[in-house]
């Protein structure tokens, strides 16, 4: 089955702590992105990707970073520097180079703050 | 830049009512996507609207684009308790972007037997 894997679903974070959520595709996308999702609104873009060793800055990246080091995959890093972090994490990816594709999430991941 | 309200937040209907949530741009967009978040789900595409005055059907649900090409609604006949979910369109202007969609804050839909 092709997809878009998450993990972990739920993940804490102590103060002071970088923490990395992993996203996985086996889509043959090129592109991918990560999104944060506060409760009750909408999806904001964090960064992401049209191809292997490149991504952009999205519109809340500051406090967060991303690798692109292979094409099926685009980890996530919360860092210390991120002071709200928690949030539902949403990660997706597209064919890109067409803008009209349709893009697909992973099941997410619930960050908290110990 | 391009600014996208969408409107109601929040919706209550009796099972069998019928449901219509808006997305408004203060821009001219190239194209529209719906997609649809289950509660404690992920958000699935729903369909993509491109053309001026274009209407697209799937079963119950009636998806329209403007003739301005600056608001979009979808519309759901007869809601269903299966309908339960918030629903999210994506605007794009026609400035470009790229691939990055920027997402309406979405119409959370309640339904009661």
């Known amino acids: 089955d092709g997809g878009i894997t998450q993990s972990p679903k739920y993940l804490f974070r102590k103060e002071g702590q970088n923490v990395t959520l992993s996203c996985e595709q086996n889509l043959n996308h090129d592109a991918m992105y990560w999104y944060r999702q506060d409760p009750g609104q909408g999806l904001r873009l964090i960064y992401y990707s049209q191809i292997v060793n490149d991504f952009q800055k999205g519109d809340i990246a500051e406090g967060y970073s991303v690798s692109r080091e292979k094409k099926e995959s685009f980890p996530l890093t919360v860092t210390s520097a991120q002071k709200n972090p928690t949030a539902f994490y949403l990660c997706a990816s597209s064919i890109t180079g067409a803008p009209n594709q349709p893009q697909h999430f992973g099941d997410g991941t619930r960050l908290s703050i110990l | 830049g391009q600014q996208v309200m969408q409107i109601p937040q929040y919706q209550h209907v009796q099972e069998g009512e019928d449901f219509t949530t808006y997305c408004n741009s203060s821009t001219t967009l190239s194209n529209i996507q719906w997609y649809k978040q289950r509660p404690g789900g992920h958000p699935v595409f729903l369909i993509q609207l491109v053309k001026s005055g274009e209407v697209k059907k799937q079963k119950r649900l009636t998806f329209q684009f403007g003739e301005a090409k600056k608001n979009s609604s979808l519309h759901i006949t007869a809601t269903q308790t299966t309908d339960v979910g918030t629903y999210f369109c994506?605007?794009?202007?026609?400035?470009?972007?790229?691939?990055?969609?920027?997402f309406g804050t979405g119409t959370q839909l309640k339904v009661e037997l």
């Open positions: 994506a605007p794009r202007g026609v400035t470009g972007g790229g691939n990055k969609l920027t």
